[in-house]
């Protein structure tokens, strides 16, 4: 694969046989960051469980301390109270069935949906729809609850959700390079504890069995993840 000038340039930066610690592969991450918008700063972990096994899913959402860097489009599906609690806590498309049926219908200018348990029954019939997109409400999640205003509240704050993919990959965002190191470490310690925590009791071995993280144009930056004891 060619890669261009920029690129290569920031790849002379990074030994690829190192394992970095967090802060000084987010100073790195940071420097290689050449591109001319702000570019976001992506983890991916390989984890030592067999995602084909329900007794070894890797699942759950957090909430970056320093947020995203992107502005959230939440759409919360609800009726009554909830409904009026997600409109306060600044959901942007607020709805019950004629939005269920609007979704149905193409409209997906949102970024997150929430949901009450109490209308499920109603937003399962979206699940070829919002499914393959990632966009389905999940109660590990914190997408399908009773308190619609927090996880709205959440949503914009930075909310984000985590799960493996067939390889036994987990991609998240952890912030904008713009964020600087510091911050950036603060998100992405957040995220990694997180995972670290989830491990499955089911899995045997080495959990961890390797992270990377990298700008959307730059390098990919391999991370010592020791601190995390798994």
């Known amino acids: ?38 570019e976001t700063v992506e983890l991916h ?26 502005k959230v489009r939440v759409c919360a599906i609800a009726k009554g109270p909830a409904a009026k609690a997600a409109e306060e806590a600044g959901a942007d498309i607020v709805g019950d069935d004629d939005l269920v049926a609007k979704i149905q219908g193409g409209f997906m200018d949102f970024d997150v949906v929430v949901t009450t348990p ?11 729809v919002l499914g393959p997109r990632g966009l389905m409400p999940n109660p590990k999640a914190g997408t399908v609850t009773p308190d619609l205003g927090k996880a709205v509240t959440e949503a914009k704050a930075g909310k984000i959700e985590y799960r493996l993919d067939k390889q036994n990959i987990i991609h998240v965002p952890v912030g904008k390079a713009s964020f600087g190191a ?49």
């Open 1 to 38: 694969m060619k890669h261009g000038k920029h690129y290569v340039d920031s790849a002379k930066l990074i030994d690829s046989t190192k394992l970095y610690d967090l802060n000084e592969a987010l100073d790195l991450c940071c420097k290689s960051a050449t591109a001319k918008f702000d």
């Open 45 to 70: 972990v390989r984890l030592g469980v067999d995602s084909r096994h329900a007794d070894q899913q890797v699942r759950g959402a957090v909430v970056l301390p320093n947020g995203t860097g992107k």
């Open 118 to 128: 109490d209308m499920m029954s109603h937003v399962g019939r979206l699940g070829k």
């Open 182 to 230: 510091e911050k950036l470490f603060t998100n992405l310690d957040t995220v990694m504890d997180a995972i670290a925590k989830a491990k499955p009791a089911a899995s045997k071995g080495q959990y961890f069995k390797s992270a990377t993280i990298a700008t959307t144009m730059g390098p990919g930056i391999r991370l010592n993840t020791l601190k995390y004891g798994v």
